[in-house]
């Protein structure tokens, strides 16, 4: 594999280029870091031009001056900047345990000052190295590589995420063979970021970059990651962080202040870097809120945009109307340097081109987008139809990157959140794959299966065309197979009645937490039925309480920023718990999103609820209903968890989007109330009771028509 380079925040990018040019000519292994990482001692931060980490070269530090020295004080400067460099590097290193033998640092960092061009040496020099670089090459030949297993902890501690995994030391764990031990295991194999996400979370273009990957793949801790970086590369920049969904609070400021840490040694600058929510509430500002204060405009709060545009179109409007007020402004206030969006399928394209016009140059503007979320959409948003064009129909925002420079558009290809087998169900479930009227939903481009991490077993992906899809081993890491059992890692469960479902899962969690080692707040209830959470929580917490188990439901005995709390079982309606993940997540009530109803939106929240889980997960629900998601999913694990279907066609796809469209609450009340009348009709008929032609002229030359228009054969 060669050489993986990854452009950082360079002082010089064209003398950066330069010396990864040099390297590629003699490193075919490893990864150089241009600009990164930030060194903090307790007064100061020390600049690293490049790292290289090679398990050929080891482990060397460059510096690239901005001239070549003409006296003996340039020569004391450049002495003192590397000595120092090295110093602060062994430090550094030295704090983490895996690049410690006994007192010592299993590595010897090696440090070099290079030149543009040849420089005669000094008399001062003694340790360290000075050259051109021309020379780089074959001093690099002479050095010593380092075993693979330091190089994997050298990766971890300069790319700071050894910083959070495990989050949780686990003393309590005590038997090898627990969820809690597996979770451990699991926990300290997320040590390192995989090639894909060390771009993202490092790569620096001057102006927008897309990362985009699956659900569970990464894209919440490079963005933090991001943010922490740049705050320290650059502490006067005016950074925001923003989301959609609330919930995502408590983890962007739990990431963000670890990895500031990490970077210098403080906690973020909270008047520089703000985790703030796209719109806000009265008690706390959000980037749209902010942003009409500051165009002298009061902000619209939820309830007054939900009463003028309806409940799904609130924020839009909302930001719709900001927009036509930003757009013809006589000054645009520019309020941010950097803005690192989560969540961007969730938000509005007004929202982008706001942010778009309150960002200054070169608009550092950074989205995370979750490929195949919205499992019918017809295809991610181009960057016009997010921050739209200029005055002549121009492109404001391009994502093409020249050579060897910093990518502009990221593909995060591995899902480190879910198991294989709880993704496949999830998709399956989706979509509709074992459904018995067919398919509910299916992206427009057949070819984004591969794209999120599917092989293809038997077919082509082409519209019409029988498939057989299946998880690609490479799109998982393998602690999953190592470490986890199939048939325990998705379980399914049906029951007569709401009781019988809520006394099986409370006997389970507090097996989960007496006897399988697992704590409190590793354990996420998802309710899929958001207008009835606030009152369908209780009994199931009280339930947990006769076990003497605490629990809380998010934003309702807590606030809604906080969703996991130590020593508790957390509770959360889809939208609370969207965003967040736990090891063990129990999807109860799942007959909730098994009617025809606007079924597309309740699949959707079936995913999304099964994609919460980081190792198992619970599907349960009851009455008759939940037989139709149990049946579905059941056939997912019968298949070996492969994907059997066929694609529809363009036409298919328009016909299934108008059928399952989503509509509003009173017009299901309505068709349920209409379809018991039908039914009692089509009854009294088979009992004899009354006959089609009992029926007025007018109405039966309608039955006649409707069946005209019904699908199905000609008789």
């Not at 959360?572 to 997540?585: D, F, L, Q, S, T």
């Amino acid at each position: 594999m060669p050489l993986d380079v990854v452009y950082g925040e360079s002082r010089d990018r064209t003398a950066a280029q330069a010396l990864a040019q040099a390297l590629r000519e003699v490193v075919t292994d490893g990864t150089v870091y241009l600009g990164y990482p930030v060194l903090a001692t307790a007064d100061e931060r020390v600049e690293v031009d490049a790292l290289l980490v090679s398990s050929s070269h080891g482990l060397v530090a460059f510096l690239l001056p901005d001239s070549t020295p003409s006296g003996p004080d340039d020569w004391t400067d450049l002495i003192r900047d590397q000595d120092r460099l090295y110093s602060v590097l062994e430090s550094h290193l030295g704090r983490h345990e895996a690049l410690r033998r006994g007192r010592r640092l299993a590595i010897h960092p090696e440090t070099a000052t290079v030149f543009s061009v040849p420089v005669p040496p000094s008399e001062d020099v003694h340790e360290g190295t000075y050259i051109a670089l021309h020379q780089v090459a074959d001093w690099l030949r002479g050095l010593s590589g380092i075993d693979p297993d330091l190089e994997r902890a050298l990766h971890a501690a300069l790319q700071r995420v050894s910083t959070i995994k495990p989050s949780k030391k686990r003393t309590k764990v005590t038997k090898a063979s627990s969820r809690g031990a597996v979770l451990k295991v699991i926990e300290a194999g997320i040590a390192n970021l995989d090639r894909w996400q060390k771009q993202a979370a490092i790569e620096s273009p001057e102006g927008p970059q897309r990362i985009r990957g699956l659900a569970g793949s990464g894209k919440t801790v490079v963005l933090a990651l991001k943010a922490a970086y740049w705050h320290a590369q650059n502490p006067d920049w005016r950074i925001a962080v923003t989301f959609a969904s609330r919930a995502l609070y408590q983890q962007f400021d739990d990431l963000i202040t670890r990895f500031s840490f990490e970077h210098s040694n403080d906690k973020p600058d909270p008047d520089k870097l703000k985790v703030i929510h796209s719109w806000g509430s009265r008690g706390r500002a959000g980037v749209y809120s902010t942003i009409a204060h500051a165009l002298g405009v009061e902000p619209l709060d939820f309830l007054t945009a939900r009463k003028k545009y309806g409940m799904d179109a609130a924020f839009q409007g909302a930001c719709a109307e900001l927009l036509a007020v930003a757009t013809t402004a006589t000054h645009v206030p520019q309020l941010f340097d950097a803005v690192l969006i989560d969540e961007a399928q969730d938000l509005p394209p007004e929202f982008f081109q706001l942010v778009y016009l309150c960002t200054t140059e070169p608009k550092r503007i950074v989205w995370g987008y979750d490929e195949l979320q919205r499992l019918s959409e017809a295809a991610m948003p181009s960057t016009d139809e997010l921050f739209g064009t200029g005055p002549r129909g121009e492109s404001r925002v391009t994502l093409q990157a020249a050579p060897d420079t910093p990518r502009r558009d990221i593909v995060l290809p591995v899902c480190y959140r879910n198991t294989p087998w709880a993704l496949a169900t999830a998709h399956a479930l989706g979509i509709g794959v074992y459904r018995k009227g067919g398919l509910l939903q299916h992206p427009d481009d057949p070819t984004l299966w591969t794209e999120i991490g599917y092989n293809v077993v038997n077919g082509h992906l082409q519209a019409g065309a029988a498939v057989t899809l299946k998880r690609s081993t490479d799109s998982a890491p393998k602690y999953f197979a190592e470490q986890l059992v199939t048939d325990d890692a998705v379980v399914l469960q049906s029951f007569p009645d709401e009781a019988a479902q809520d006394l099986w899962v409370a006997d389970q969690i507090a097996t989960n937490i007496s006897t399988d080692e697992l704590e409190p707040d590793d354990i996420l209830i998802v309710l899929p039925d958001t207008y009835r959470a606030k009152t369908r929580g209780p009994r199931l917490m009280k339930m947990l309480r006769e076990r003497g188990i605490a629990s809380h439901q998010v934003g309702v005995t807590t606030s809604a920023d906080e969703v996991f709390r130590p020593d508790s079982v957390a509770l959360a309606h889809i939208y609370r718990a969207k965003g967040n993940e736990a090891p063990m997540v129990y999807v109860v009530d799942a007959q909730h999103c098994a009617t025809e109803f606007n079924a597309v939106t309740r699949r959707n929240i079936l995913f999304t609820a099964i994609t919460r889980s980081r190792a198992w997960v619970r599907i349960c629900g009851h009455g008759d209903l939940v037989d139709v998601i149990v049946d579905e999913a059941q056939q997912v694990v019968d298949s070996q968890f492969q994907l059997k279907f066929r694609i529809p066609t363009d036409d298919e796809l328009r016909r299934l989007r108008h059928l399952h469209r989503d509509r509003p609450a009173e017009q299901e009340a309505s068709v349920r109330r209409n379809t018991s009348r039908l039914v009692s009709f089509l009854e009294a008929v088979d009992r004899g009771e009354m006959d089609v032609h009992d029926l007025p002229d007018d109405v039966q030359a309608r039955l006649a028509q409707l069946q005209q228009e019904l699908p199905g054969d000609d008789d």
